[in-house]
């Protein structure tokens, strides 16, 4: 994705200046930073104004159909991307390629906003659990990896990885993909009986795999279906990627694999109350920013503070 995206900012950058514009590592300063970021943020209407850039990159659009114009990118898209360009150029020092990031001199980054997590109760994850699906085999088979993915927390690309080897002395082992480059730390959970049963019920299979895995698209598709079918379509506080605006939603139409690991580390921490402890279990890191959200919705303990007034 970021290779595309950098594509297309040279074509662009070679349509304003009239030039045979290449970007070149050791040319890229705080400024091209700034103009590509601008690039990030307007590139809907930069498809509009200029839209020979999306039909000549063969390497950007790898389709015989008429390109798609970009949608508008969240302000969290946009500080991801860049944060994904910043860890490149940090490679690019660490192997020696350059002697200094562009980005020790760049400011304009920002940090994420996010809205408070919205998750499940322990309740309603065991009525998906036990909910009747023979009658619809392959989204039962998608509703026993979501209720697996809830039992253990982990985010759905280390899911997708997992084998029987996985498992070792009845807990889950594995290194998380988004932190194994910076902290490769052995996250260790233990399967309770649901989750050992979930596993039984696969392993007898033969496949290599925990779990027989679609796309992530038709899982997350696959999630949205079985909330509706089991009626779990209360209304949830989300604030809009896009907009940051904040905004009510049906629980059931913003349901996806992400939040089996919010519902996992919200429903831990609603028991324990403990940053350390559950960050053991879920791979987050000491200080999290995380857990702070996770506090903001624990909604047993305002009741509890409030009633002390009585």
């Not at 304009?108 to 909910?131: M, N, Q």
């Not at 290194?175 to 039984?200: D, F, G, S």
């Not at 992530?216 to 989300?238: D, G, H, P, S, W």
């Not at 919010?262 to 921490?269: D, K, V």
Request: glycine share 4%; net charge positive.
């Amino acid at each position: 994705m970021l290779a595309r995206l950098l594509r297309r900012f040279e074509l662009y950058r070679q349509k304003t200046t009239r030039t045979k514009f290449t970007l070149i590592l050791n040319d890229f300063d705080s400024a091209e930073i700034e103009r590509f970021k601008e690039f990030v943020v307007n590139e809907p209407k930069i498809y509009d104004k200029y839209p020979s850039i999306y039909k000549t990159a063969s390497d950007v659009v790898e389709t015989a159909r008429k390109p798609r114009r970009p949608e508008k990118r969240g302000e969290n898209s946009v500080i991801g991307i860049l944060k994904r360009l910043r860890a490149f150029f940090n490679w690019c020092v660490r192997r020696g390629y350059l002697d200094r990031t562009p980005f020790a001199t760049f400011t304009g980054i920002g940090s994420e906003k996010y809205g408070t997590p919205y998750y499940i109760t322990i309740e309603e994850r065991d009525l998906i659990a036990d909910f009747d699906l023979s009658d619809k085999p392959a989204l039962e088979v998608q509703r026993d990896i979501f209720v697996f993915q809830c039992l253990i927390g982990c985010r759905v690309s280390d899911l997708l990885e997992m084998t029987s080897g996985s498992i070792i002395n009845g807990a889950i082992e594995y290194i998380p993909n988004k932190t194994k480059n910076e902290r490769p730390e052995v996250v260790r959970v233990p399967l309770n009986t649901r989750a050992r049963q979930l596993v039984e019920k696969y392993s007898a299979k033969g496949a290599e795999k925990l779990f027989p895995f679609i796309s992530a698209q038709k899982y997350n598709e696959a999630i949205k279906k079985i909330f509706t079918l089991c009626e779990i379509t209360r209304m949830v506080t989300v604030r809009n990627p896009k907009t940051g605006e904040e905004e009510k939603r049906p629980i059931n139409e913003i349901a996806s694999s992400h939040m089996a690991r919010r519902t996992f580390i919200g429903n831990l921490y609603k028991k324990v109350k403990d940053p350390s402890l559950v960050g053991a279990l879920s791979g987050h890191k000491e200080g999290s920013k995380a857990f702070a959200r996770y506090r903001e919705i624990d909604e047993d303990l305002k009741k509890e503070l409030v009633s002390l007034l009585d």
